[in-house]
């Protein structure tokens, strides 16, 4: 009875051991794929752009982008989470970060898309500073794996600015 | 009863030498599972370095059960960061992903804006009465690697004790009974 036991504890240890070295090897091998992501960005109209009654600033825009990031996906690729940011400097803040938009994309196939939409999050100031402000709007992605490290990383687009007045 | 009879004996066969040398390997065992937990406490630098997903949240990419590794360095958190938290007032800390970010100029402090990647809204409605932000001290951690379902042996330990302390005595007679 006594072997039974020892022999199971072992096939049991073995087993594990080589489910945790096939994981490891699996994270490793994202390392040796080179994406090579592309976007495109198009603010098509700012249809509302006011100060909210606690004097922060709200923009509303649609915006239309193309994007392939069908290079991200490997065969350890659970899906890949992606999101569209804005990012500007104020004299208040060093970097504001807002997520306008994002998806997951579960599989390659869903990974070259073209889509128009309009912001799902809110754009809100921290104050009243978007006025004729520049600002960057950024496509990060976030691979999440079946099994292992995450990678995330992200194409900036410059170029966008704010009107001068509120509408 | 053969199994049951055999272990007993075994049990009565002790020699003072041998149960020494048993208590000590079982004392091997627990303190070099004591070693790993605070050694990756300072490697990764977090309070917990593993965490278990509990809630469907962040479903399709972590489902309930799944294995989160932590890290917590000095680097700034940046949108898209999934990020652990403790919100005051609750005891369970939460797994979500940074939606917003404003850092200030001058003092370098972040104000952070959360949400389930599962969830509808953003996590204003999970945070204390009155807090629209979180600050850099509720971040335990960020998400940096991912393992599934490993988690669920702890679910149902804590669901159903019972099997903890079967697992735990069964180990326990393993240990004792067992001869080199």
Redesign the interface.
Known sequence: MHSVMLRANALLTFSVTILALMCAMASLSDNFNSPSPTAQVQVLNIYRFQKKRNGDDEVSLTFNMSANLQSLFTWNTKQVFVFLAAEYETPKNALNQISLWDSILPSKEDAKFWIQTTNKYSFVDQGSNLQNKDFNLTLHWHVMPKTGKMFADKIAMTGFRLPETYR | M??VG?QIDSIKSLQFRQVLTQAISLGMIVTSALIIWKGLMCVTGSESPVVVVLSGSME???KRGDILFLHMSKD?I?????VVFNVDGREIPIVH?V???????DT?EV?ILTKG?NNFG?DRLLYAHGQLWLQRHHIMGR??????YVGWVTIIMTEKPIIKYILIGALGL?VIT?KE
């Open positions: 053969g199994w055999e399709p990419g972590f700034p940046r949108a898209g960061e999934i992903r939606i917003k970010v404003h850092e200030r100029q370098g104000d990647d953003d998400a940096v690697g991912f393992l599934p393993l067992s």
